[in-house]
């Protein structure tokens, strides 16, 4: 995939070293969705966590100490969430995927707007909203299951059809273990990173705060593409500060990808 002629930006020096790597891989963050209408919680006065504090209502010991509460807030989300649509951010990242010029997404986000924009390779290191699971009997089911059983317990709770356990979602709640199986492979597809794009992320939040260190580690490049500063910005080859959209519309330009 030949890049644009004469681009010299910092785009284009970014499309290059994409074109030249034998494996890219991206890391997303909230701000990758900012632009579908879903707010970063950590940025106070927004939507739905306007009125909450997430580290209370979104806490594990929230969900098992009182689920009825916790469904109360978290039925909302749920709604929300799945009714958002993917940007052309992430549509960006699976059209680069499409080419060939993409391994894989992992991302902290659990608005599944990565799947629906049609990344197949994705790596949801903070679970998702797909579906929930029972913490009792390890049985799971669907967002549209779960949604059901919400209208249909009188305390708006989903239940477990097996033990009647109150049904998590399948997203990594504070105060809960990392899915181990979805970071070590974060950990192997960042480790082996020729250039690794670091997307809407502030790249301060366990455990995508540690990943781009390891591409770094194994002499691979890193790319900030994100407003605001990082711990990364002096260590990154290319730094990207403008509106997300726009700079991955412009990448999407200068590898000859854009429409
Ligand atoms: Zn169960």
Redesign the pocket.
């Known amino acids: 995939m030949g890049t644009r002629a004469g681009a010299t930006s910092a785009t284009g020096e970014l499309a290059r070293q994409i074109a030249a790597a034998e494996r890219v891989v991206a890391l997303t963050g909230a701000g990758v969705s900012v632009p579908s209408g879903i707010p970063d919680f950590r940025s106070p006065g927004t939507g739905l966590w306007e009125r909450v504090d997430p580290m209370e209502v979104a806490h594990i010991d929230a969900f098992r100490r009182d689920p009825k509460r916790f469904w109360g807030f978290y039925a909302q989300r749920f709604d929300s969430l799945a009714h958002k649509q993917p940007n052309a951010a992430h549509r960006a990242l699976a059209a680069m995927e499409s080419a060939g010029l993409l391994q894989a997404v992992v991302t902290q986000n659990v608005d599944e707007l990565h799947r629906k924009a049609g990344t197949r390779e994705l790596v949801e290191v903070h679970g998702s909203i797909a579906g929930c699971v ?1 913490l ?4 799971s089911v669907s967002r549209e299951q779960a949604r059901s059983r919400i209208a249909a317990d009188p305390d708006g709770v989903p239940r ?4 009647d ?1 109150p049904l998590k979602p399948r997203v990594v709640l504070f105060g809960e273990m990392l899915p181990e199986e979805a970071l070590l492979r974060a950990q192997q597809l960042c480790g082996r990173a020729d250039v690794l794009l670091c997307i809407g992320s502030s790249l301060e939040v366990y455990p995508v705060a540690a990943l781009p260190e390891l591409t770094l580690a194994a002499g691979g490049k890193v790319a900030i593409i994100t407003r605001g500063t990082t711990p990364f910005d002096d260590l990154a080859g290319v730094r990207l500060d403008g509106d997300v959209v726009a700079e991955m519309q412009g990448l999407l330009e200068a590898l000859g990808l854009a429409g």
């Open positions: 029972c009792h009997c390890g049985a477990c059809e097996a033990c356990a």
